[in-house]
């Protein structure tokens, strides 16, 4: 198979680019060696596109070292506050006018400075746009210390929660959140980090219809926007009716929804749609 593709590069005539998408789901060491070999031979006017959820064990290190290596990982595509304010903005969408906030996670070792010790253990800060530098930016601190209003596109006031989630590989791991909400009586740092942890519910139930449900790498089947559209609503209406029946039963067995296995449930309910007797 790798030999075909190779020959197939290589009389290419103008440049390719080849695009892998899903390669976490590649687990065979053999078949990353021979994806490795591909990607150490590719032609000069050859390109290629890999996309994972996780990191994969391919040997690139010469690619790397000759600068031919672009990695784009999640930090990378996360937005920043400002970037986020500006999206919205050319999207006329005014945070303070819709009462929307943000939440999100940094580094860890990220240095913003304490400008309060809150009740709650969070602490005020300000996020400084990285153009402002030397005795602007030293003003700018200065001027969020007092709670003096900061223009927007040079600062914004913000509230950080730090907090440790223990036994993640042995060792405590230190989580740090960033939000817009700077009054802990709207929103105390114990909620806040609880509802940070239900952000996972978003992220599988995205997976629960890329993933298990239409499978990986399957691209849809219809051919045209109004069959799309029907097709992409049938996915949907599954869905929900799977997510139904993972509540129903375990609000029966008296347990969390979260620990019933959403594909150990479709392949209950694909076994069930085979049979004869199986009323829809």
Known sequence: MVDRVRSDLAE????????????????????????????????PDGHAILIARRDLRLRLHRLRLAGEVAEIRAADLRFSEFETRELLRSSA?????????????????????????????????????????????????????????????????????EYEVPDRDGDGELIALVTTITDPGEAPAAALASAYHQRWEHETANAQLKIFLRGPGRILRSQSPDMIKQELWGYLLTHFAISALICAAATEAGIDPDRVKPTRTIRAVRRRVADPAFSP
Not at 12 to 41: F, K, M, Y
């Open 12 to 43: 290419a005539r103008g440049g390719i680019t080849l695009v892998i998408e899903d390669l976490h789901e590649l687990n065979s060491p053999e078949a990353l060696a021979q994806l490795t070999g591909l990607l150490n031979s590719l032609p």
């Open 93 to 161: 969408i005014a945070l303070s006018d819709t009462g929307a906030a943000l939440l999100w996670r940094v580094k860890s070792y990220l240095l913003l400075p304490a400008l309060e010790l809150l009740p709650d253990g969070s602490y005020r800060s300000v996020l400084v746009n990285p153009k402002v530098k030397g005795g602007a930016r030293r003003q700018l601190i200065e001027a969020a210390r007092a709670g003096e209003a900061l223009e927007e596109d040079k600062g914004a006031h913000v509230r950080v929660i």
